[in-house]
């Protein structure tokens, strides 16, 4: 990782920032995805059928109240056939909702129940009720229609009884849907508060080791040039990096280098008094190396070539020699 450009380990921090974000987003919305099936199958499953039940349950017994009709006006034709009619309706309104409720249960014990409640409907209370009809409009003997009314009371109970227990347990099917639902919210939030969390975290770590892989070597190389400013040159970086940081630091220690060895190696060896030595410019811009050049070069015009002519030609009482350069300053 220290090894990568500052702007790769700066994109790779980004990189990692945007991928938390996208995952935190995603498990977000495939939980809400997952909460809202939930629901959605709560409702088709266990809500929208309780509707028909209900109807169920309702129709039977007003199905009910007119057979009792058919007992109490018997011999009354117009009664009766009010009664008929009503049954016709009734029934057919039992029959849809009995159908659309029938395909929602699952539990094969509460399909069997309603499967047998069927049955006694179709094969007795229906054939039983509509024979009421037709004894109601013979007048028939009031015995003889109670003994018929008895006869589908059982179908009746049986049908209404069953189709009340199936509906409680759609009630209950449906509370434990909406209390799954309810868990479910709560592990998919606890999930992301955690994932969060954990993101969080990651991030700060992460953050604090590209910072510290920036800010610390930069540190070092602030305090380099602050020594160097100083005179001070014996402080070296040495970092084994391979990014834009690895080459700066390289290059102060091989600055740092060079001043020490060749400025001021060869500014003590001037002091000494030894200008044999050989200063190659780096480039047309060395101007250190340069100054330093021509610092050695004047030194040596003037002591050695033309000064040391001119001394030489004084001690052999020779004074018309004179200095062939326009020297500055003390010189």
Same mark, same amino acid.
């Given at each position: 990782? $220290?090894?990568?450009?500052?702007? &790769? ?18 498990? @977000? ?5 997952? #909460?809202?099936?939930?629901? =959605? ?5 266990? !809500? ?16 009910? @109240?007119? *057979? ?5 006006? @018997?011999?009354?034709?117009? $009664? ?10 009734? =029934? ?11 395909? =929602? ?39 003889? &229609? ?43 939030? !606890? ?11 990651? !991030?700060? #770590? ?17 305090? &380099? ?25 390289? *290059?102060? %220690? ?19 008094? /030894? ?7 780096? %480039? =047309?811009?060395?101007?250190?190396? !340069?100054?330093?050049?021509? *610092? ?6 003037? #002591?050695?070539? /033309? ?22 300053? %003390?010189?």
């Amino acid at each position: 990782m $220290k090894n990568l450009k500052v702007s &790769m380990k700066l994109l790779v921090g980004f990189g990692i920032m945007v991928a938390l974000i996208l995952t935190i987003s995603l498990i @977000s919305v495939f939980s809400l995805l997952g #909460i809202d099936n939930t629901y =959605s199958d709560v409702i088709v499953r266990h !809500a929208m059928p309780l509707n028909p039940a209900i109807n169920v349950v309702g129709n039977i017994q007003a199905m009910r @109240s007119e *057979t009792r009709n058919c007992v109490i006006f @018997s011999g009354n034709k117009d $009664k009766v056939r009010e009664a008929k009619t009503a049954l016709d309706r009734l =029934s057919k309104e039992f029959e849809d909702s009995a159908q659309s409720f029938g395909k =929602s249960i699952v539990s094969p014990d509460a399909k069997a129940k309603f499967t047998e409640a069927m049955r006694q409907y179709n094969e007795v209370y229906k054939p039983g009720a509509y024979k009421l009809v037709e004894e109601g409009e013979k007048n028939a003997p009031l015995a003889e &229609m109670i003994e018929l009314l008895a006869a589908i009371k059982d179908a009746s109970d049986l049908v209404t009884n069953t189709m009340v227990e199936v509906s409680d347990l759609k009630v209950e099917n449906l509370v434990q849907s909406s209390n799954d639902c309810t868990n479910q919210s709560k592990n998919s939030v !606890a999930l992301m508060v955690v994932i969060l969390v954990v993101s969080v975290v990651i !991030a700060v #770590i992460f953050g604090v080791y590209i910072s510290a892989l920036i800010s610390k070597p930069l540190g070092v190389t602030v305090n &380099m040039i602050n020594e160097m400013s100083r005179g001070h040159l014996d402080m070296r970086l040495r970092l084994d990096r391979q990014d834009e940081i690895g080459v700066m630091a390289k *290059t102060m %220690d091989n600055f740092a280098d060079d001043l020490q060895n060749n400025v001021v190696g060869n500014m003590k060896k001037i002091s000494d008094g /030894d200008l044999e030595m050989n200063i190659e410019l780096k %480039d =047309s811009k060395d101007e250190v190396s !340069a100054a330093l050049k021509n *610092t050695v070069e004047a030194l040596h015009a003037l #002591i050695i070539d /033309d000064g040391g002519k001119v001394l030489l030609a004084a001690a052999g009482k020779d004074m018309s020699q004179r200095l062939t350069r326009e020297y500055k300053g %003390d010189y």
